[in-house]
């Protein structure tokens, strides 16, 4: 399977997070839980959420990359809100 990277964008198959399907969201970590490892994804309404790599297929279809947000640092969830609020992730909804 393919993992996403910080800065991929992907389109939403099913409801989630207060988004309808057919929405953007944008990788905004990567993580390790263990074997294999899951993305965290920011949506155009502020919310996120961490999933699995099973989750991913699940829920979204790969759709492109933001280099504006590729090297996006993830530090706690408050930084993110302010970033969020701060438009760093705006370019990528637009992908």
Do not use: W
Request: proline share 5%; aromatic share 16%; charged share 15%.
């Amino acid at each position: 399977m393919d993992h996403y990277s910080v800065g991929d964008t992907a389109t939403l198959l099913v409801p989630c997070m207060g988004m309808p399907p057919g929405s953007i969201g944008v990788v905004y970590e990567t993580y390790c839980l263990g074997e294999p490892g899951g993305a965290s994804f920011i949506f155009f309404n502020g919310e996120y959420c961490g999933f699995s790599p099973d989750e991913q297929q699940q829920f979204f279809q790969r759709r492109g990359h933001c280099a504006a947000v590729e090297h996006y640092q993830f530090q706690n969830v408050m930084k993110l809100s302010r970033d969020f609020n701060a438009g760093i992730f705006t370019a990528a909804f637009k992908v």
